[in-house]
């Protein structure tokens, strides 16, 4: 009996986790639609008030609604074994409100398929204000293995929504970590790093990110820096300080009001 092909293990599928309808949703569905019409979506609709399985009328969309919410790492994961499922060889991440520069799926494409050592890769991005769209600040994190490694020790250095992964590694090292509901993306950049696989970033503009410049609330910032310590104390290196540094800082980071933080982020540093 013959086995057969799968057609999608050469192909990218974007995910999306979202708990509610809005027009940040549709503002996203567009920009990917608008950077390439033929692209497969999976979104998870984790619990909204009104269903989402109106998008499911593109026949590119694939909505998996949630009877309840889960929040984003656990909705994520139900998004990842679908795909899984339907056999993908990349995933694309984004999240409600975000926009893709045109070309972004086919650069992202092509710099894996051109680095096949390369298992994640995001890219820089203009943060814009949720409210204007005015445009920010560049976040123009580092972009190569060495320089990304370096840095993953004090923080993630590369956007969540900016991610463009090969699905074999959720494979390889499993999928997010479903005790961090905050910080699942950079838990697993550490896992990938510490099991040997190399991650970076496109040194090209791909994303709009959008940002509340009121900032998050003080709780949730404390919970964002909370997570981020247990990541890094996870993945400690006592014997050397280099690795360690990232304890430190984000024990000082705790203790640091917002706007000074804000004004790092400006600068790609915190």
Not at 1 to 10: E, F, I, K, T, Y
Not at 233 to 242: A, C, G, K
């Amino acid at each position: 009996m013959s086995v057969r092909p799968n057609l999608n293990s050469n192909k990218a599928v974007v995910l999306i986790a979202c708990n509610r309808d809005s027009p940040s949703l549709q503002r996203t569905l567009e920009s990917v639609r608008g950077d390439s019409s033929e692209i497969a979506i999976v979104i998870v609709d984790d619990g909204s008030a009104t269903s989402l399985e109106h998008y499911a009328s593109d026949p590119n969309v694939e909505v998996v609604r949630l009877d309840s919410n889960k929040g984003l790492t656990r909705a994520l994961n139900v998004g990842l074994k679908r795909i899984q499922a339907l056999g993908y060889g990349f995933i694309c991440r984004i999240d409600a409100g975000d926009e893709n520069i045109s070309g972004r799926l086919q650069e992202q494409l092509d710099y894996l398929r051109d680095h096949p050592d390369l298992w994640l890769v995001g890219s820089w991005a203009d943060y814009v204000d949720v409210q204007t769209g005015r445009r920010l600040f560049l976040y123009q994190p580092p972009t190569t293995i060495t320089e990304v490694n370096r840095f993953l020790h004090r923080n993630s250095c590369i956007a969540h929504p900016a991610w463009m992964v090969r699905t074999a590694l959720f494979a390889e090292i499993g999928l997010y970590d479903e005790s961090f509901a905050v910080a699942q993306d950079y838990e697993f950049l550490r896992r990938a790093i510490a099991t040997g696989h190399s991650v970076c970033n496109v040194p090209k503009v791909l994303l709009k990110y959008q940002v509340d410049p009121a900032g998050i609330s003080l709780s949730r910032r404390r919970q964002q820096l909370l997570a981020r310590l247990r990541v890094q104390w996870r993945y400690r290196h006592p014997l050397t300080l280099s690795k360690m540094i990232g304890v430190g800082m984000t024990l000082a980071l705790l203790a640091i009001p917002y706007r000074f933080v804000h004004a790092l982020k400006r600068r790609g540093h915190a």
